[in-house]
């Protein structure tokens, strides 16, 4: 027996090295571009930090915007013209000014002894108001420039800074590997697959040589739908709700180790669940189920399906929905393939019964026989 087993042992070590070769070489590619791959990785995140910091940054200017608004209102008429006082301390230290040349210009041209000191008195009062002003502007901008910067600092301190970090020395190298092998699984996927296909072929019926193309570029495809809705629709809206929730009071510091694993299950959960026609179709086109079978288990196929989604993707609400809704949407999507490919046909239930009310009949009067002749 072990001897007939060798040659299949032998092309088995044979196909497994051609795969181990394909996913070496994926994997070498993939480090070398793994900075590329890793922004491409990183880039929901990076969105929804951003999107989560204006939404806070927001809000705390509307805060400070409305803590001004009461202080303004509680010390008066008076106070809230306090930010016109150095356009109108302007106003006047020109109007002095030019009060003063004037008075000087009177001065110069009166020949009246006595009124010509009274119009140097006033001349000179009228550019003292002037500097006094100017030296009064001065102080109230610096003191609005000092207001300014303080409020500035405190929307530093209180502004949104989530990042993503590494809690390792080589926390960046072993992810650019960690991420490397699994783009290099993917690219080696083709290969993997016809390595699989050339070691089971030689064992199957021609029928089942047909239907085995279908399914794998079925699945590939689902797959892959799967894996994109979950990079373009799920990880936006998710990450962008995980982080704002809370943000307020944490400033989220994301450990890239784990954002690799938490982002990697998602997507290989969601390319998974897509997978459901096309395990519905050929279940149908072997004959084992119909439109009616799904139909009837669809109760239950909603707690399975929330339970997937619980097993598949990390342990959060939003994140079990939003796999749990398509999940329900794949479904109905099913029951229309199978009623295409195997629809329930009531009358071959009836034959069936038929057949089997005939099978206890024959059955019934084989044993009245037997009791007879003994």
Known sequence: MFESMKPHLAELRQRLAISALAVLVGFIIAFTFHNTILGWVTKPLNNALVQ????????????????????????????????????????HAQSAETLHRTLKEASAATENPRLQKLLQQAASAAEALARNSRILRRALVAEENLTREKIDKKLREKSFNGMITTHQVGGAFFVALKVSFFAGILMAMPVILWQLWLFIAPGLYDNEKRMVLPFVVG??????????????VVTPFGFQFLITFGSFLYTPLINIEDYVGFFTKILIGFGIAFELPVFAYFLALLGLITDKTLKDYFKYAIVIIFLLAAFLTPPDVLTQLLMAAPLILLYGLS????????????EEEDEEEEDEFERAEREMEELERGSGES
């Open 52 to 91: 989560v910091g204006k939404i806070v940054e927001k809000r705390e200017m509307g805060t400070w915007k409305i803590s001004g608004n009461e202080a303004n209102a509680s010390t008066g008429s008076g106070q809230a013209a306090k930010g016109n006082a150095p356009a109108l301390l302007t106003d």
């Open 335 to 346: 029951i229309l393939i199978v009623r295409y490919v195997n629809p329930y046909r009531p």
């Open 219 to 232: 699945g590939s495809v689902m797959f892959l739908v799967g894996v994109l809705f979950a990079y373009y």
